[in-house]
């Protein structure tokens, strides 16, 4: 039990909600054109999260094994702080593996048929980079996260590939106007990124990761995440301007309110130890975002 309770703490459980946020706002917009099938909305969510827990595992062992954790800020690792040994994160991390690439098959081969097989073999080899890119972010001799690209990958990611990819998964096309909600939920999982990076700035610029904020230096930084989060919600903005309806149309943008709370105490902070507590309040922010968008693009009201 003991053991458990810290493979548990080494998933990281706080990040698994954002994970999900793009699946949530890629079904919205299906249903929104009649399409749902729940076993594909619970393999999407299953497989995500496998691949976020494969992401927190490898990150955990990455930069444990380069000693960038030894001056973290924010909450003890894993391996860092001893509850794990190498030897165990590696299993762990081969099993997340496997268990994502089962997961992965199961979903794709029930999203399509047989005759599919073009778009059998681009979700396969969507799968297989994600995989690769929850790898690579800090393991090995030259991990993207350690040369400023960790943002540009999170964008693709948690952004486009979990928006229009869960979408194109139940409808087998993507409408134009979904890029808006793809691209903000990428935004906001960007700058979940850039707060974690700008409170470890100076340790990770001791340990060499060159992260966008440690390029960047704590001020612009803090510039830098003002205008991500503003095109994010001024990307929603235009979504729903497109397909106004009503009030309800116009819900989902509620969940700006504790973002835009969130950027004022991003503004009144100068200690990068005090952003922790803000990673965790844009996270469930931007989840809320995706489960009112839900109910706001579905009429669910």
Not at 54 to 71: E, H, I, P, Q
Not at 89 to 118: D, E, N, R
Not at 146 to 159: E, I, P, R, W
Request: hydrophobic share 55%; net charge positive; with cysteine.
């Amino acid at each position: 039990m003991k053991k458990f309770r810290v493979w548990l703490y080494a998933s990281r459980v706080r990040t698994l909600p954002l994970s999900v946020s793009g699946i949530l706002v890629g079904t919205a917009l299906a249903i929104s054109e009649g399409q749902f099938d729940l076993t594909i909305f619970l393999l999407a969510l299953c497989t995500t999260i496998a691949f976020q827990i494969t992401s927190n595992f490898a990150n955990d062992y990455g930069d444990g094994v380069k000693g960038t954790d030894d001056l973290r800020v924010g909450p003890k690792r894993a391996l860092q702080s001893g509850m794990l040994t190498k030897a165990e994160m590696k299993t762990g991390i081969i099993v997340m593996v496997l268990l994502s690439l089962i997961l992965s098959f199961a979903l794709i081969f029930k999203a399509f048929s047989a005759q599919s097989w073009p778009y059998v073999l681009v979700f396969v080899l969507l799968g297989a980079l994600s995989i690769w890119a929850a790898l690579k972010y800090t393991i090995g001799a030259t991990p993207y996260g350690y040369k400023g690209l960790g943002d540009a990958f999170v964008f693709v990611f948690f952004g486009l590939v979990a928006v229009l990819g869960s979408m194109f998964l139940y409808t087998k096309n993507i409408s134009p106007d979904a890029i808006l909600p793809a691209v903000a939920i990428g935004l906001l999982s960007v700058g979940v990124l850039n707060l974690n990076n700008m409170r470890d700035i100076d340790s990770d610029r001791l340990y060499g990761k060159n992260t966008v904020a440690s390029k960047l230096g704590f001020k612009r930084a803090k510039v830098y995440h003002y205008a991500i989060l503003l095109v994010a919600f001024i990307s929603m903005v235009f979504y729903s301007a497109i397909h106004y309806r009503g009030w309800f149309s116009l819900v989902h943008l509620l969940a700006f309110v504790p973002i835009f709370v969130h950027l004022k105490n991003v503004f009144k902070t100068d200690d990068p130890s005090k952003l922790d507590p803000e990673l965790k309040k844009l996270a469930l922010a931007t989840f809320l975002l995706a489960l009112l968008f839900m109910m706001a693009v579905n009429n669910f009201l």
